[in-house]
């Protein structure tokens, strides 16, 4: 691959949110997710959320986080690397 970016690679990005206000364990998840994203071959991008009303507008109310493509995945909990992987 060039680097450069076409519609179908687009399309078949992730966009992986992490819900928090950037404590501890809300750094450590968006590294899980980062890791876990590279290293299951996904296009990606990160996305924190930090306000707290955009948190509780996905229905959070414990952080950290995360959410793919708008869908909450975890609340409450840093995943591991593996357990990111599994519905990346």
Same mark, same amino acid.
């Given at each position: @691959?060039? !680097?450069?970016?076409? &519609?179908?690679?687009? @399309?078949? @990005? %992730? /966009?992986?949110?992490?819900? $928090?206000?950037?404590?501890? /364990?809300?750094? %450590?998840?968006? &590294?899980?997710?980062?890791?876990?994203? /590279? $290293?299951? $071959?996904?296009?990606?991008?990160?996305?924190?959320?930090?306000?707290?009303?955009?948190?509780?507008?996905? !229905?959070?109310?414990?952080?950290?986080?995360?959410?793919?493509?708008?869908?909450? %995945?975890?609340? $409450? %909990?840093?995943?591991?690397?593996? &357990?990111? /992987?599994?519905?990346?």
């Amino acid at each position: @691959m060039d !680097g450069s970016s076409n &519609e179908e690679e687009v @399309m078949g @990005m %992730k /966009k992986i949110q992490i819900l $928090g206000t950037g404590c501890a /364990k809300c750094v %450590k998840l968006a &590294e899980n997710a980062q890791e876990a994203a /590279k $290293g299951a $071959g996904v296009e990606f991008e990160i996305e924190k959320v930090t306000n707290i009303n955009d948190i509780m507008n996905y !229905g959070v109310m414990i952080t950290p986080a995360i959410a793919v493509d708008g869908v909450v %995945k975890s609340v $409450g %909990k840093v995943l591991s690397v593996e &357990e990111i /992987k599994k519905f990346l």
